[in-house]
């Protein structure tokens, strides 16, 4: 039978850039697959239904929850937000390794749920340099914005639960930053498929044969 992917959460505070980190990860590697989420926000300027989000209506997303179809969903700034099971199965059972790139709510349920999830927290630098970040988006009401940073504090405070931490540093700090960040997460990517329980059936295998 073929190997099952694995599952990793990716979240951090809006605009810390984690959508940016995710989309050059994808980019550089194919190989690693993302989840498109449902929600109920409306699509913004340049967003594809399908693609970006499956945008739905509240009725429709009470339908899923009825269904008992979200692997995990979350209300996120007045909004709610899901990930398929249809989805995560699909992928995994194709040995895909999944990317998930949902808010904190929502990898904690996941890793809760599964304990060989993989959580992966993106930071800013700094309050300052997250600040900017969300105003510089140029989509975000100074009300959105406001509400987005009271929510940051409690956000990080949940940070010491997630496996693994980026920095994504500021890009007129460290022109790299968003590479190295993207480079960080296929790391951890990387690493879990050369665990022993990746490599075990490799081993047998091995071993079998030199035994002759
Ligand atoms: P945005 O509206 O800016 O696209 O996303 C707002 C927040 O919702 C982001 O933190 C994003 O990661 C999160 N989000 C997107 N999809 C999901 C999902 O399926 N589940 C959860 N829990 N959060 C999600």
Request: hydrophobic letters at 40%.
């Amino acid at each position: 039978m073929a190997k099952r992917g694995r599952l990793f959460v990716i979240s951090g505070p809006a605009g810390a850039g984690k959508s940016e980190i995710v989309k050059k990860l994808l980019r550089k590697h194919p190989d690693v697959k993302l989840s498109v989420s449902c929600t109920t926000r409306a699509p913004r300027p340049g967003e594809v239904d399908g693609v970006s989000y499956h945008f739905v209506t509240e009725a429709r997303f009470e339908e899923l929850i009825a269904e008992n179809a979200f692997y995990e969903w979350a209300h996120v700034h007045q909004n709610r937000y899901g990930t398929l099971k249809s989805v995560v199965k699909q992928e995994l059972d194709a040995g895909h390794d999944l990317v998930l790139e949902i808010d904190v709510q929502g990898c904690l349920q996941a890793m809760a749920q599964d304990p060989s999830v993989t959580g992966i927290f993106v930071c800013p630098p700094s309050r300052e340099n997250l600040e900017k970040r969300l105003r510089d988006r140029g989509t975000e009401t100074e009300e959105s914005i406001r509400v987005r940073l009271n929510n940051v504090a409690g956000e990080v405070a949940q940070a010491y639960k997630y496996h693994y931490i980026i920095i994504h540093n500021d890009w007129s700090e460290v022109p790299d930053a968003l590479d190295i960040a993207a480079d960080e997460v296929y790391a951890i990517i990387t690493a879990r498929r050369l665990e022993l329980d990746s490599r075990r059936d490799f081993l047998d295998h091995l071993s079998a044969t030199l035994r002759g």
